[in-house]
């Protein structure tokens, strides 16, 4: 079956500590992209790639980190520098070549301790 | 002003009855609409996606786009309690989705 996969579902983590989110997808897009949602507000950008080994920041890009080194893949670390880091992370893709529709995975859920 | 805004809500309506969403947007040389459902605690899920002036149905659902007016709507009709959730509209700009806040919709038995 084609579609995105994120983990882990749910995240742990201590203040001070970096952690890394997974998001893989066999939908053969060129584009990814990291999401943040805050309870009762909408999807906020925080990264993108649109090809392998590139990648921009969104608008809210500060304190987190990426890497674009397989097509299929694209990892979200969460630095100790993100002072207010719970959340819901959210990974989604698109073909670059088209017009725009993203589809989602399933989403991790972040809480620092 | 912000980029893409919504209603809040949250909107109730009966079963049965039309559910409307709206949404407006700012930037004129948006071309790409889309809709997200997204129930609680779960990932969006597009539903609906417009890209000309006018109406397109997909079953009970039906997206309008007014780009002079610079807004898109969302209707569902014969609404069910399984439409009950978020409703997120997103404007393509420059291959970037932004996104409303959502609208919660209810739909009571």
């Known amino acids: 079956d084609g579609g995105i996969t994120q983990s882990p579902k749910y995240l742990f983590r201590k203040e001070g500590q970096n952690v890394t989110l997974s998001c893989e997808q066999n939908?053969?897009?060129?584009?990814m992209y990291w999401y943040r949602q805050d309870p009762g507000q909408g999807l906020r950008l925080i990264y993108y790639?649109?090809?392998?080994?590139?990648?921009q920041k969104g608008d809210i890009a500060e304190g987190y980190s990426v890497s674009r080194e397989k097509k299929e893949s694209f990892p979200l670390t969460v630095t100790s520098a993100q002072k207010n880091p719970t959340a819901f992370y959210l990974c989604?893709?698109?073909?670059?070549?088209?017009?725009?529709?993203?589809?989602f995975g399933p989403g991790t859920r972040l809480t620092v301790l | 002003q912000k980029e893409v805004e919504q209603n809040s809500g949250p909107l109730s309506v009966p079963e049965g009855a039309i559910a409307s969403l709206n949404c407006t947007y700012s930037?004129?040389?948006?071309?790409?609409f889309f809709w997200y459902r997204q129930y609680s605690g779960k990932s969006p899920e597009l539903i609906m996606s417009?890209?000309?002036?006018g109406d397109k149905e997909d079953g009970r659902f039906t997206a309008q786009l007014n780009k002079a007016s610079q807004y898109v709507s969302l209707l569902i009709r014969d609404s069910q309690p399984s439409d009950s959730a978020t409703y997120l509209c997103?404007?393509?700009?420059?291959?970037?989705?932004?996104f409303g806040q959502g609208t919660e919709l209810s739909v009571k038995p």
């Open positions: 930037d004129r040389v948006s071309q790409s």
């Open positions: 417009i890209y000309s002036n």
């Open positions: 997103a404007v393509n700009q420059g291959g970037k989705l932004i």
């Open positions: 790639s649109q090809i392998v080994n590139d990648f």
């Open positions: 939908l053969n897009h060129d584009a």
């Open positions: 989604a893709s698109s073909s670059l070549a088209g017009v725009g529709e993203q589809f």
